[in-house]
């Protein structure tokens, strides 16, 4: 519905954790013009546990010092509306003006269950509008209604749905002498979170006195609030809503979760899931990927024909062109991915794996709530983390941080595919089971289940007495809107160019200059060595040149930086160049690419087709083996997988937890833990 208010593509779902801040945008309304839209983080009632669900209950509770409201618009599921009762009548009672927005009303018809909307509006106090944003139905009615419950053409009913007076009478009272304009049921809620409210101390005192005073019970109170609201949400329920037997019908959703959330044939269907969208991802992309490759390879070689041999024609050639290539290559990949992820969440499977994944993720110290973070983790890391606000127990939380970088994220995916590429053989099992599709789908899992063991272990050292539950509203599954899948996978591809190609490109230009031009005393000496040597051997010209180049490349800055760390790297089969690549992936691994492009490119002005893949295939070693053999390419492939390399995530695990403490053990466990995988794949594969 916020999407269809505002015009924007921000992402919402109905399931917990997707929605974790306050997102907004503009609409106009008839007699205002333009005015604010606020989407607030879902939840099911005004007594908050999670993090997100406090970004709401603060801007309801007026305690948001950046917002202020002047309506709400309760978003009620109509196939559910008992349920969705209690939130709305407690946003009634705070004597806010309220819009109650009915949707799935489709879903609710499929049920049998007819719903009176004038009774239901009469019943409420509220306007109340059947909508329908999937088919943008309705939304003019909405705002029609908003714009007159701004003008006070709706009043706000002046009773209660509940006895607050019954509930805690003198202490309401002397709430509101502290706060005048305060109804009967925010009294309450002052009284029940007033130390999580920015008071000044005098006044946190004043309702710490008013709770001793009256010996202010505040979980019974919420007991009885709520069994008095169900007493009358029953009483509306009975005038305005008709509900067939629930025995006497079994919707589409439930006979397919018969299916799908089988205790033995659901998890063989899930990893059947998985593996067709790691297929998918090599099957469907490879083809416009080798258009890219071929396109950039092409205008190389014409460049190099067309340009003078001068310096600015060499970092155009391979410093621009080189690094927008290793860019845009990976652009169907993303695409295809974030679409494939789309549709899944959009049909409603994507809340199925948390349900399914609940019972492992308890043994290890984590609860089903953990699977949404780790599968946005497969996204990138940054939202994941932030999205693990719903959990409510801290233990689960912080753990649920500190691995969900283990997911491979969006950043990796040009690493391995490039890799992939480079050490798998493109052939098939059994004539469709392709070996590239199950490498990529092997690291997926591999990151899985090190996070899993990891979480494992740290369960221990890290001690909490809370409980927790897992709770969850399974959505109905419905049919994908292809609309907003597409417009994902185009906003996905537009961040990738826009945010990392710009850390790309900027990387690609300082290793050109890093790479292009060294200490003076350095580039002289190899300048003189080869002049001698061209007078005195009779060397083939190819030859000769290709040895110039690669001795002025090692005398470069990057030569030398990459020759200083080599032998710390050695042990793990790379060698100075693959070293640059470690160095600068830490500002974003993706960037690994574009520094291949670079530095397997300054200094070649060949005017043939060559494309990265084969410039890499080429590269030796000093022993004149294979730069990327097997057991380099899965070491090298192991060492992204696992280690820390992106600082916005440090940064935000620090934000999320308050201390430097997590993000620094985040990154030595990581780092560590990569160099140990990549030494081990390499030994036993050499």
Known sequence: ?????????????????????????????????????????????????????????????????????DVIIAVVD??????????????????????VALTMTDLAKNKGIQIDIPELERELGVAVIAINPRKNKGLIPLKKAVAQTAEKIYQIPARDFIDNKQLATIAINEMQELFPSLSDYSSIHYLINHESFDFPEHTQVAIENIEQKNKFNATKLQADEIMQRYTRIKHIMKLSVSEPDPLQKTI???????????????????????????????????????????????????????????????????GVVAGLGGILI????????????????????????????????????????????????????VPAIMSARNIENKKERLLTILVTPLMSCSARLPVYTILIGLVIPNTFLFGFLSLQGLMMMFLYLFGLIMALLISY?????????????????????????????????????????????????VISLFLWVLSSFGPPGRIDAVDKEFAIRK???????????????????????????????????????????????????????????????????????????????????????????????????????????????????????????GTWKWPIIQFVYMTGLAYLMSLLAYQLLK
Not at 21 to 28: N, R, W
Not at 86 to 91: A, W
Not at 275 to 302: D, H, N
Request: aromatic fraction near 12%; charged fraction near 20%; hydrophobic fraction near 50%.
């Open 1 to 69: 519905m916020f999407n269809s208010l505002t015009g924007m593509n921000q992402k919402v779902g109905n399931f917990p954790g997707v929605t974790v801040d306050k997102k907004m945008g503009a609409t106009s309304l008839p007699g205002f013009g333009k005015v604010q839209v606020i989407d607030l983080p879902g939840t099911y009632s005004l007594y908050p546990r999670r993090l997100d669900e406090w970004v709401s209950y603060k801007v309801l509770m007026n305690q948001d010092g950046m917002v202020k409201t």
């Open 78 to 99: 109509a196939s559910n509306l008992k349920r969705n009762l209690l939130f709305c009548t407690q946003l009634i009672d705070l004597k806010l003006p309220v819009v």
């Open 252 to 318: 589409f959703t439930e006979k397919l979760d018969d299916i799908l959330l089988h205790r033995r044939w659901g998890y063989l269907i899930l990893l059947a899931v998985l593996f067709l969208l790691f297929q998918s991802v090599f099957w469907l992309a490879q083809y416009p990927m080798t258009w890219i490759e071929t396109i950039f390879a092409y205008s190389s070689a014409g460049l190099s024909r067309l340009l003078p041999e001068i310096w600015w024609s060499d970092l155009l050639i391979n």
């Open 330 to 381: 990976f652009i169907p990949q993303i695409m295809i991915l974030f679409g494939l992820i789309t549709l899944l969440e959009d049909t409603g499977y994507m809340a199925r794996i948390s349900f399914l994944s609940d019972r492992l993720m308890r043994s290890v110290g984590l609860n089903g709530k953990s699977v949404m973070p780790m599968i946005s983790g497969f996204a990138c890391a």
């Open 457 to 505: 272990i740290a369960k221990w050292f890290i001690k909490s007495m809370e409980k927790s539950f897992f709770i969850l509203e399974l959505p109905t599954y419905r049919s994908p809107r292809w609309n907003n899948i597409l417009q994902t996978m185009v906003s996905k591809a537009r961040i990738f160019v826009v945010e990392a190609g710009k850390i790309i490109m």
């Open 535 to 657: 007078e005195a051997q009779n060397i083939p010209a190819a030859d000769f040149e290709k040895e110039y180049k690669t001795a002025k490349l090692e005398n470069s800055f990057a030569g030398i930086l990459g020759k200083s760390i080599e032998p710390a790297i050695l042990p793990l089969g790379y060698d100075w160049k693959i070293g640059i690549a470690l160095i600068t992936s830490f500002a974003a691994r993706e960037v690994f690419v574009g520094t291949m492009a670079t530095l397997y490119s300054v200094g070649e002005s060949d005017e043939e087709v060559i494309l990265l893949s084969d410039k890499m295939r080429q590269a030796k070693k000093d022993d004149g083996t294979p730069m990327f053999s097997l057991a380099t390419g899965v070491s090298l492939m192991l060492f992204y997988l696992f280690a820390m390399q992106c600082m916005s995530t440090l940064a935000i695990v620090y934000r999320e937890t």
